[in-house]
């Protein structure tokens, strides 16, 4: 079956540090690879997606993410981190039947 | 463009009792997706519909069930609350066809607190 493992529950950072935001999955075909955002009280807004090509993809506010097939992984980075990024991250594979597979979440704290 | 709009945005509600929540997809989306979220959890697919017809479920009980009208508004039911449904409700649209159908735009959600 489908899922998704976010292994970090609770990350903290230093303001101005590189963020690394760590998604593992379990999924037979190729797949479609998401990262949201979600702020207290608030919906999920998409940060960026991968479907096929470059395994590297931008996103926005300064976001990135590299798909990396033999690791099974779809790794979120971001060389300097702003207090404002304090949010929950949640990792999401997406099936072609569109149905989507989301992780536990990742807690980000940014300390100034 | 409007975004994904939900309603209301908190219900309270009595085990046992039947409740309707509310989606309007974004301009131009044909697709809508619920997902329920406990606290502190990842969003749980409850079921997607296209075309006013359901296109796939999650592992969901019968007593959630759902609609799309023409508008591609949605509705989701759910009979016989349970305190475990006490849950953050998200609809999400897209745009079935194309390279575009994976990208799912989530309203701000439902809390539903049954007790």
Redesign the interface.
């Known amino acids: 079956a489908q899922s ?1 493992t976010q292994p970090d529950i609770h990350i903290t950072v230093s303001e101005g540090a590189s963020l690394e935001l760590r998604c593992n999955y379990s999924y037979g075909a190729t797949p ?1 690879l ?1 990262w ?1 955002v979600q702020s207290p ?6 940060l960026l ?1 991968y ?1 096929s090509g470059d395994t590297l993809v931008q996103g926005i506010k300064g976001f990135e993410a590299e798909f990396k097939r033999s690791q099974s992984s779809f790794n979120l980075r971001k060389p300097s981190v702003h207090w404002s990024d304090a949010a929950e991250y ?1 990792c ?1 594979v ?1 099936e072609r ?9 990742t807690s980000l704290t940014v300390i100034p | 463009e409007t975004g994904v709009t939900q309603s209301p945005t908190h219900l309270i509600k009595t085990r046992g009792q039947q409740v309707t929540l509310r989606c309007s997809s974004q301009s131009g989306h044909n697709t809508v997706s619920w997902y329920q979220q406990a606290l502190g959890q990842g969003p749980q697919f409850i079921f997607q519909y296209y075309r006013e017809e359901e296109n796939g479920r999650g592992n969901f009980p019968p007593r959630f069930s759902g609609l799309q009208f023409p508008n591609y508004s949605s509705e989701l039911n759910v009979n016989a609350l349970e305190l475990d449904d006490s849950a953050l409700y998200l609809c999400a649209s897209s745009l079935q066809g194309g390279s575009r159908s994976y990208e799912q735009y989530f309203g701000p959600g439902t809390r539903l607190t049954v007790t």
């Open positions: 998704v479609y998401f949201y009280g608030q919906g999920l807004q998409l997606k479907f949640f999401a997406g039947s569109g149905q989507f597979y989301f992780g536990t979440g």
